[in-house]
């Protein structure tokens, strides 16, 4: 059980001297730049679904 607690008391340690944690304003640039990339990726995905729905829809109403 030792080795438990001692586990826990140099996560401790680690989090709170050795880490070093991103400033407020990196962190928001970082933020910025994730929900841009997620907003391109979301039309991305957004017009092949569209693209392949017309294809689909053409291509059935073709057979009719």
């Known amino acids: 059980m030792a080795s438990v607690s001692e586990y826990i008391k140099e996560s401790y340690i680690e989090l709170t001297q050795k ?3 991103p400033t407020w304003r ?7 730049l994730v929900l841009i990339a997620a907003f391109i990726i979301a039309i ?7 693209s ?13």
Not at 54 to 64: A, G, H, N, Q, W
């Open 26 to 32: 990196e962190l928001q640039n970082s933020a910025v």
């Open 19 to 21: 880490v070093t944690w």
């Open 52 to 64: 392949i729905n017309f294809l689909v829809k053409y291509f059935y109403s073709s057979l009719t």
């Open 44 to 50: 991305i995905i957004m017009v092949m679904d569209q």
